[in-house]
């Protein structure tokens, strides 16, 4: 390891702030544009220099599942392409005016948004996370430094270049990205002791990063930890909806974060749901765990044990509670859930807004899918992740969660009595 | 120590807090109404118990003003119900649609202001902190643990009962604020690690208790860090208003965090200014130490060495450097200031327009003393200090500061496609 490159990456790019913070969004815009046409140009040399890291990954004999993670083929490398040009269109939340105020005294408050300062983004394997995360602090005016895994090394430094060749080309210093190769853990708790230099950590990828990086950074982590998601079918749920949108919130996209883990049912409508229910999951393949009562219900599948309902399957199983009332659901949840998101489908209008109001989770749905827990859906253009942070930034992670504010105050000689 | 007593506090403030959050506003107000008439009628308790405290202070042998800040009169008293009325007053933001929008797809998206859960308060010797800190927790909806030092332990524990009597004749769970009375640091250790429990710290007091609290604390933490605050006077200021805020900044309470501890001014005015501002600071008794350009004007001086320029003297000692310009004096305040508050005077508009979107701190002020960054001065009604983080919450801490955010979604069965 060199702990001396570490930390000149990472304060260059403190330094490079001061700078970055005041360009205009015009340049930006153009800086993206010139990466558009970089990367565009430069197909063949990202998919052969891509290949090594694909044949490195084979070497090292990695699941089928991460190798394509790290696939860089031309559908890929348009998707890059398009999520600049989204990012380009987005507008900077930077300058924003959040609210002013006058006071009595004449003075004139303004609270406006303004970039935090250098982002340290640390992901694994997905070699767009590179583009993606560092598109998004340029148009907040945030400088980043970029960790990227092992895996994608070869892959992301290219990408890393790219960048700072279209931030060259437009005249803003290309320290304004960071990228830093040492790809080992010492490398990453390293850089998790610079808050004198990084303002704030996002971490992305499996819950062993995330728990690494809570531990040992010294400056506030805005995490994407893991989604365990119920969805609760409550007495009075119309059972086209809950079949629908059960069916939708487990199997459309089993391993993503906003699908559900866990199926809660109320006991006076389980005897006609759950059987019905099984025969959808069935036909998709979908493994069911059940507590003692669906046992009682559905004879011939596993139960399900405590450890069940902790557990973040990102899979096609999903265990299956029984409960009593709303409040035993809502208990439920609170308990064992992720605080990510959490839906209830009823048609009755108090236990809806209970359940809005008492569920303690990020986003909270009636009669919907989890699955729309996500930046782009919300309308924000992009996400840098999904947090699970109360404080600062909470659900989707977009341009604006990017930003913090300052109060400028105007006045004519002022002074307290 | 007894961990197992901080835990069960701990433990039993974030249970409180569920059934905490749904209470409604009429509620929290009648249980400070009882609180503002059992402080009024245990006046005589109180004043005895606090002269425990203060006999105590006495044998430590703790400086005059320390023991001052100890003491609770009836005109502190009467202070203290005087801060009940005025969060009586305030409106909860709990519950404030903060924004809301359709999806093409018809789901409702509303992002809610919700209370974060429960606060740890960890504060040192002024004991009105322990009411003024618990009821603006109880009117966010958040529960909290509050932990006092030991020179004020005793007035801190009835105040502490006095407000758990009051949540107990409203019918408030009295476990919604705890209190523990370990006031040793390994005490304030443990509680730093029950991230299971306890979801923002929020530490009050002197430079070695936040640099502690941070340190150790595995939740996220509201820094109140110290204020090394500066004034800068431009080429083109108004030497009217120049004197008459700088001297506020600097001479109307010297001893908290929104004082100016240094003084920059432009090398094109020193000449003028300096004579004229130092002739006030005479008068009221400022110790100037000068950078080597401010020696060659005021002669009978101290020099001011690096470490000045680094210093919070929180006291009648100001430090004067003497810039080339408006660079060099948003230069210096970027790499010496604390981000609290910072100042220019001035006529041009352009310098006006740069300081305040160049300097990095909370409040930015053109023509005005840095002596108004506050929460009551903003018109947030009370605060619990001023942060000096980025993310989360910047400046004044009030009730809003205090709250988190969720998105509750509205659907009729939408699913993702």
């Known amino acids: 390891m060199n702990p001396e490159k570490i930390i000149e990456t990472c304060k260059k790019a403190h330094e490079a702030f001061f700078s970055l913070s005041k360009t205009n969004e015009d340049k930006i815009n153009s800086t993206l544009e010139s990466l558009k ?28 599942s991460l190798i394509d993670r790290l696939l860089l083929n031309d559908k890929r490398i348009d998707g890059i392409i398009q999520s600049i040009d989204t990012v380009i269109k987005l507008k900077t939340p930077v300058g924003e005016v959040i609210e002013g105020w006058k006071l009595e005294n004449g003075l004139n408050i303004e609270k406006v948004r303004v970039p935090i300062g250098t982002v340290g983004i640390i992901y694994e394997s997905r070699p767009n996370v590179t583009v993606d995360a560092a ?22 430094k290219l990408l890393s270049d790219l960048i700072k060749k279209a931030l060259h080309e437009n005249g803003i210093n290309s320290d304004s990205i960071g990228f830093i190769d040492e790809t080992n853990r010492e490398g990453v708790k390293y850089m998790l002791k610079l808050n004198q230099y990084i303002d704030v950590i996002v971490p992305r990828g499996g819950e062993g990063l995330i728990g690494f990086v809570s531990e040992n950074a010294t400056m506030p982590v805005i995490k994407h930890d893991k ?41 006076n409508i389980a005897n006609v749901f759950l059987p019905e229910f099984k025969e959808l999951m069935d036909k998709a393949g979908v493994e069911l765990r059940g507590c003692k009562k669906t ?13 069940d309902f902790n557990t973040e399957y990102l899979d096609l199983i999903l265990s299956i509670k ?3 009332n709303l409040d035993k659901a809502i208990e439920h949840i609170n308990t064992y859930g992720s605080h990510h998101s959490e839906a209830i489908v009823t048609e009755n209008y108090d236990n809806a807004e209970r359940f809005l109001d008492e569920v303690d989770a990020s986003c909270v749905y009636v009669n919907a899918s989890t699955r729309f827990t996500d930046g782009g859906v919300f309308g924000f253009g992009a996400e840098i992740g999904i947090s699970t942070n109360k404080l600062h930034a909470r659900g989707p992670v977009g341009l604006r969660e990017l930003t913090t504010y300052k109060y400028k105050i105007r006045g004519n000689g002022q002074i307290r009595r």
């Open 37 to 64: 046409l970089l990367i565009d140009r430069n197909r063949k040399k990202i998919k052969e220099i891509n290949e090594k890291d694909i044949e490195n990954a084979k070497v090292m004999n990695l699941k089928s």
């Open 322 to 324: 029984v409960v009593e």
């Open 227 to 267: 989604g365990l998601c119920h969805l609760y079918v409550d007495e009075s749920a119309d059972l086209e909806k809950a079949l629908s949108i059960s069916y939708n919130a487990k199997v459309q996209r089993p391993g993503v974060c906003n699908a559900i883990e866990t199926l809660l049912v109320h006991e």
């Open 135 to 156: 598109i998004l602090c340029l148009k907040s005016l945030n400088t980043s430094v970029l960790r990227g895994g092992k895996e994608a090394i070869n892959s992301n």
């Open 295 to 307: 046992l009682g219900i559905l004879k011939d599948i596993k139960e399900a044990k405590e450890e």
